[in-house]
């Protein structure tokens, strides 16, 4: 059974930090593409960052760059998600996904492209 397990989310206060784990089971991470994705109640999913299967390419809207930083641990078949300088802003699900079909360039933070669902992780930030 395919499965993505997310963690690490928390209410935290406006400018503090949060990681996410996104743990795979049943299949490996590697080589495959990886992205995190938001939802905000009333809100389209929105791609935040996205990671290349060999970890050497990375892609962050701008309302994230600088802020997020996306990274790779094939041996723990885990995706991260560093998360600094939180914003109200910043509060939704959090999901990670994976694109289990081979890709080709840079990565890609459109939702269409992956097809493998993590169940999301709840980020408050409070003001």
């Known amino acids: 059974q395919f499965q993505f397990v997310e963690s690490g989310g928390g209410l935290v206060q406006a400018g503090g930090s949060l990681r996410l784990s996104c743990a795979a089971s049943g299949f490996t991470l590697d080589s495959k593409a990886i992205g995190w994705f938001r939802q905000a109640p009333g809100k389209e999913r929105e791609g935040v960052s996205c990671?290349?299967?060999?970890?050497?390419?990375?892609n962050y809207p701008d309302s994230v760059k600088g802020r997020f930083t996306i990274s790779r641990d094939n041996a723990k078949n885990t995706v991260y998600l560093q998360m600094n300088s939180l914003k109200s802003e910043d509060s939704a699900i959090y999901y990670c996904a994976a694109r289990t079909r081979p890709w080709i360039g840079p990565c890609s933070t459109r939702s269409t492209n992956y097809d493998l669902w993590g169940q999301g992780t709840q980020v408050s930030v409070s003001s």
């Open positions: 990671i290349t299967g060999s970890g050497g390419s990375t």
